[in-house]
């Protein structure tokens, strides 16, 4: 665990700010920075560990920040719902955005337009299917396979053109390539008029 040395000065602060017999330095400082994270609107993974003492805060996402979002390569799904779909992985939530997008907007090539995956109609041929492409039964197309950051992206967008709320818990896993090796994040986006969602 990283040490880091602080003023007395900015000790005397923090003391201030702690509740009695109740909070360490550490409890302080994260609550300082949920604090800031709520006023920026930046959905950043909690500073505890895994496990039922772990703090997942949920952080409404803006329409600018998924670039905010940290790296998420190296995580896995905990939990996502896409209006109201489940999914349990970064894959599985690409194909029930585009169920739910084809479902509301009548067809594929309607859902094309406006989504940025690869999609084609029907089943993959040999080439189609070695370049990652997954058939999904629900709406008779094919959609390719992408990392974490795409698949993300890509929900995004879906979401707020579609007017649905998404809902990701997220791991990073425990490797040093990761950005938030341990940690877990929640990344949520509501639109601001939720009648349309399930």
Same mark, same amino acid.
């Given at each position: 665990m990283p040490t880091i040395e602080i003023s007395e000065s900015l000790f005397a602060k923090l003391q201030k700010l702690a509740v009695p017999l109740v909070d360490t330095p550490v409890t302080v400082i994260q609550r300082l920075l949920n604090s800031y994270e709520a006023e920026t609107g930046q959905a950043v993974a909690s500073a505890g560990q895994n496990g039922p003492q772990a703090q997942r805060r949920a952080q409404p996402l803006s329409e600018s920040e998924p670039g905010k979002v940290p790296s998420l390569r190296h995580t896995r799904i905990l939990t996502a719902e896409f209006a109201g779909r489940k999914a349990d992985g970064w894959n599985s939530l690409v194909h029930v955005a585009h169920i739910e997008a084809v479902q509301r907007l009548?067809? *594929?090539?309607?859902? %094309? %337009?406006?989504?940025?995956?690869?999609?084609?109609?029907?089943?993959?041929?040999?080439?189609?299917?070695?370049?990652?492409?997954?058939?999904?039964?629900?709406?008779?197309?094919?959609?390719?396979? *992408? &990392?974490? &950051?795409?698949?993300?992206?890509?929900?995004?967008?879906l979401a707020?053109?579609?007017? *649905?709320? *998404?809902?990701?818990?997220?791991?990073?896993? &425990?490797? %040093?390539?990761?950005a938030l090796p341990g940690k877990t994040a929640r990344l949520l986006w509501k639109p601001k008029d939720d009648s349309s969602s399930r």
């Open positions: 009548g067809s *594929v090539e309607a859902v %094309r %337009r406006i989504s940025t995956g690869k999609m084609m109609l029907g089943h993959a041929n040999s080439e189609r299917a070695k370049a990652g492409y997954r058939y999904v039964a629900e709406i008779n197309a094919c959609i390719q396979n *992408v &990392d974490a &950051d795409h698949a993300w992206s890509n929900t995004f967008r707020k053109a579609l007017k *649905v709320p *998404v809902e990701v818990e997220l791991e990073w896993l &425990d490797k %040093r390539e990761a």
